[in-house]
Nanobody, 115 residues
Framework: QVQLVESGGGLVQAGGSLRLSCAAS????????MGWYRQAPGKQRGLVAW???????NYADSVKGRFTISRDNAKNTVSLQMNSLKPEDTAVYYC?????????WGQGTQVTVSS
């Protein structure tokens, strides 16, 4: 298992940018997939983006072209660069690590986008 700690959330105006970071407690080199999910009030947690050990990425349609996920195996971090933020991006953002059979989650970081 790996412990994950998110940071970088906050309040930003629509059209602005934020960069989220996820720090892992150990090497992520062998972790197959790491990703970001989000949960808005009253809604289910859903995928934002993931990145594989090999660097392949996948994004939710709602963030394509605006968000970029990256992974630094040397620093044991995964980041999410969020540009052109919209009020509907407001949510708690969670970091996730999948290394079957283990799935780890961070505690989440709040992102609030004001109109």
């Amino acid at each position: 298992q790996v412990q994950l700690v998110e940071s970088g959330g906050g309040l930003v105006q629509a059209g602005g940018s934020l960069r989220l970071s996820c720090a892992a407690s150990r090497s992520i080199f062998s972790i197959v997939t790491m990703g970001w999910y989000r949960q808005a009030p009253g809604k289910q947690r859903g995928l934002v983006a993931w990145i594989t050990r090999g660097g392949s990425t996948n994004y939710a349609d709602s963030v394509k072209g605006r968000f970029t996920i990256s992974r630094d195996n040397a620093k044991n971090t995964v980041s999410l660069q969020m540009n052109s933020l919209k009020p509907e991006d407001t949510a708690v953002y969670y970091c996730n690590a999948v290394n079957s059979p283990y799935i780890s989650w961070g505690q989440g970081t709040q992102v609030t986008v004001s109109s």
